[in-house]
């Protein structure tokens, strides 16, 4: 996973590291946490390695899935096909990586010969998240 800092998620403000500037948090080190903030809305992120807390910044919200659960970019879902697709190819997992509004997204799959799919969010089910 890339360690690229992105935008505050919240406000697309600018995020930083506490290494990296995040001033205040560097006078509490009895916390033995790593954090990433953002310097214009306030938000905060902690996790026990840098790498966590920029992953953790780093997650998009990217849609619902059936059962109403959400679903960040870089999940993982079982994607069951409906309608003409279901003939081809029986269900599978994948790896959320783009999701348009409303209900239209794309993944990369890792479990067989398929390299990426599109489907409906009626289509898909949570089955592993990186957190929450
Ligand atoms: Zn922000």
Redo the contacts with the bound molecule.
């Keep these: 996973m890339s360690t690229e800092l992105l ?9 930083e590291t506490s290494d990296g500037g995040f001033g205040p948090i560097d006078a509490m080190p009895m916390f033995n946490l790593f954090f990433v903030g ?6 905060l992120v902690a996790a026990k390695t840098l790498e966590q807390a920029i992953a953790a910044c780093n997650r998009r919200f990217v849609c619902l899935d059936k059962n109403g659960k959400k679903v960040f970019a870089g999940d993982k879902v079982k994607y069951t096909p409906q309608g003409q697709a279901r003939q081809h190819m029986e269900s599978y997992r994948c790896n959320v990586t783009e999701f348009r509004a409303p209900c239209y997204g794309y993944g990369l799959c890792g479990e067989n010969d398929f390299t990426c799919c599109s489907f409906y969010s009626s289509e898909i089910e949570l089955i592993e998240s990186d957190g929450e």
């Design positions: 935008p505050c998620p919240c406000c697309n403000g600018k995020a953002c310097t214009d809305c306030g938000l």
